[in-house]
């Protein structure tokens, strides 16, 4: 079992920047792919952005590509989403995922990811 625990959430202006993490814990040797989901109020789960561990690439979400960008500390286990710019429809929580297995191309569909976050807060209003 892997746990994953978020951190960095919070309220801040439009036009700012926050960096989340992600801790994860337990039986990661078999993680593959990882990445960020996030859901709005009243809006379906959708991923932000997705990696795989034997492919040096990231897929984003178009609306935040440019603006976010996700990286991993391997030796500590961490994962980050660095946002900047941050605007009003980046309101959300944002749930760290991961998955047992590698899939050279990262999936970005949630029911691929076995692992869960608890989800961070993150508001973006002035």
């Known amino acids: 079992q892997v746990q994953l625990v978020e951190s960095g959430g919070g309220l801040v202006q439009p036009g700012a920047a926050l960096r989340l993490a992600c801790r994860m814990t337990?039986?990661?040797?078999?993680?593959?792919?990882m990445g960020w989901f996030r859901q709005a109020p009243g809006k379906q789960r959708e991923f932000v952005a997705v990696m795989s561990v034997i492919r040096d690439r990231t897929d984003y979400l178009p609306s935040v590509k440019g603006r976010f960008t996700a990286s991993r500390d391997n030796a500590n286990n961490l994962l980050y989403l660095q946002m900047n710019s941050l605007k009003p429809n980046d309101t959300a929580v944002y749930y760290c995922?991961?998955?047992?297995?590698?899939?050279?191309?990262?999936?970005?569909?949630?029911?691929?990811?076995?692992?869960w976050g608890q989800g961070t807060q993150v508001t973006v209003s002035s």
């Open positions: 995922v991961a998955r047992d297995g590698v899939l050279i191309d990262p999936p970005t569909t949630e029911d691929a990811y076995d692992y």
């Open positions: 337990g039986e990661t040797y078999n993680i593959g792919n």
